[in-house]
């Protein structure tokens, strides 16, 4: 079983819509949960972090984690085309011996056409 | 102007050849990492080290050394053993928020290609 799994992708929207990114993660006790984005090419950049249960608001972006279904999902308003990258989902570790690292998914191509 | 210097953004070698990569940061960040992203693939974890002196395998180690001297640097050497080492190569580091939390930042990265 994969630490992190990312639904696939690819996932295409229009411009205005709203995308959805989901996210589960396998080790119920991890309490850090994190969001990258890459652009082709590029490294990846943190966007979103989150560390309780609900949802958290950064302009467009929405994050939003249930510890309890092991679940967390990004969510962009009004996705512009500059949003089109492959979105990251990370959790921290918390076993003793590897506490520091973090698991990443394979991550969520996303494509906003205009 | 604080942040993760990966050096150099391309770098070509010879099958054979050891090839040592360059991570620095100024961040003042306990913790570095390098991960190894291949073309449809995520980011695999090679090496990191949450202190000077110490450094831990990551999943895909074999192939790769590490050093860690300074706080501030991180080098990875890419040795003739990697099978296959052709691969964008991607330092980070991360600061303890505490209660285990450890956001990472990221490098520019460096394309590796090995002929």
């Known amino acids: 079983q994969k630490e992190v799994e990312q639904n696939s992708g690819p996932l295409s929207v229009p411009e205005g819509a709203i995308a959805s990114l989901n996210c589960t993660y396998s080790?119920?006790?991890?309490?850090?949960f994190f969001w990258y984005r890459q652009y082709s090419g590029k490294s990846p950049e943190l966007i979103m972090s989150?560390?309780?249960?609900g949802d958290k608001e950064d302009g467009r972006f929405t994050a939003q984690l249930n510890k309890a279904s092991q679940y967390v999902s990004l969510l962009i308003r009004d996705s512009q085309p500059s949003d089109s990258a492959t979105y990251l989902c990370?959790?921290?570790?918390?076993?003793?011996?590897?506490?520091?690292?973090?698991?990443f998914g394979r991550g969520t191509q996303l494509t906003v056409w205009p | 102007d604080g942040g993760i210097t990966q050096s150099p953004k391309y770098l070509f070698r010879k099958e054979g050849q050891n090839v040592t990569l360059s991570c620095e940061q100024n961040?003042?960040?306990?913790?570095m990492y390098w991960y190894r992203q291949d073309p449809g693939q995520g980011l695999r974890l090679i090496y990191y080290?949450?202190?000077?002196?110490?450094?831990q395998k990551g999943d895909i180690a074999e192939g790769y050394s590490v050093s860690r001297e300074k706080k501030e640097s991180f080098p990875l050497t890419v040795t003739s053993a990697q099978k296959n080492p052709t691969a964008f190569y991607l330092c980070?580091?991360?600061?303890?928020?505490?209660?285990?939390?450890?956001?990472?930042?990221f490098g520019p990265g460096t394309r590796l290609t090995v002929t």
């Open positions: 980070a580091s991360s600061i303890d928020k505490g209660v285990s939390i450890y956001e990472q930042y």
């Open positions: 080290s949450q202190i000077v002196n110490d450094f």
């Open positions: 961040l003042n960040h306990d913790a």
């Open positions: 989150i560390y309780s249960n």
């Open positions: 080790d119920r006790g991890s309490q850090s």
């Open positions: 990370a959790v921290n570790s918390v076993r003793g011996s590897t506490l520091g690292r973090l698991y």
